[in-house]
């Protein structure tokens, strides 16, 4: 990228818009210099994130003036407009959207491809180019979502299951002798008590779900297929099984990138 007014070099924002939470991260060329993590409120005003959004720029030493571009995958569509007018009127900048307008490189054998969230080929793009094909992605995020890429770098599909914290919920709510404990591991698989009887169900419950699904798909796809974890979770889950051959907590921010770099005129 150009430089700013100021002399100092343009970076590219890169927003990651989920259902629980906003990854952003800011890349200079192909290093990605900062990231933060923030919850999502979708009653929140443009302004209130934009101010958000430059308290943390803030912190990083970052100019408005220094941002040269931005790119936005969201899995909120309300939140597509809102984050549009932040990029407008704080960075006077018009944001690249994620869509089926862009070129992504990946074709795609979904059935019906408007149904994808825009995170699952996001998150394609960048395991293909940084892993090869054929991959599995895992992303542990409001729901755990696998995605299957085959040898020829097509995406195939995937599955989609309530995340750690959704089923955790509903049993907390739902039964009435249980209630809320850590998401830690506990001592051993059959718990002595109820906190360690939940956490080995929560935990080691998702383990042998990802196990069992990571099994299916390998059994479907042709080759070998290396299985990258990404989002909130992935090293808690990651710790406990061998099926997981890489975590990268930038997966996502990392497939904006090369997308915005395969649609910037």
Not at 3 to 8: A, E, L
Not at 40 to 68: C, F, H, R
Not at 86 to 94: A, Q
Request: charged share 20%; aromatic share 6%; hydrophobic share 45%.
């Amino acid at each position: 990228m150009a430089r700013s007014q100021d002399g100092k070099r343009e970076v590219l924002l890169a927003l990651d818009i989920g259902n629980t939470s906003i990854h952003i991260g800011l890349w200079d060329g192909d290093t990605i210099a900062n990231t933060w993590r923030i919850g999502v409120e979708q009653e929140k005003l443009p302004d209130e994130y934009g101010v958000l959004l430059m308290n943390l720029l803030d912190t990083g030493g970052i100019a408005a003036s220094q941002i040269g571009a931005c790119i936005i995958g969201c899995d909120v569509p309300p939140l597509i407009p809102t984050f549009e007018q932040v990029c407008r009127k704080y960075f006077k900048i018009e944001p690249m959207v994620v869509g089926h307008g862009l070129r992504t490189g990946v074709r795609i054998l979904y059935d019906n491809p408007k149904q994808l969230g825009a995170d699952r080929i996001i998150d394609a793009v960048a395991a293909i180019k940084l892993y090869g094909a054929p991959v599995i992605v895992v992303d542990f995020g409001t729901a755990t979502v696998f995605d299957a890429v085959n040898e020829h770098g097509d995406y195939l599909g995937g599955a989609i299951a309530p995340g750690i914290g959704i089923a955790s919920e509903a049993l907390f709510s739902r039964a009435a002798m249980l209630y809320r404990v850590q998401l830690e591991r506990p001592p051993v698989a059959i718990g002595k008590n109820t906190i360690h009887a939940m956490q080995s169900g929560i935990l080691f419950g998702y383990v042998g779900l990802v196990e069992g699904l990571v099994r299916r798909f390998k059994a479907e796809l042709t080759g070998n297929p290396k299985v990258i974890a990404t989002g909130g979770l992935a090293n808690t889950i990651a710790q406990e099984t061998d099926c997981i051959d890489v975590i990268n907590g930038d997966l996502t921010l990392t497939g904006l990138r090369l997308i915005y770099e395969m649609n910037a005129e």
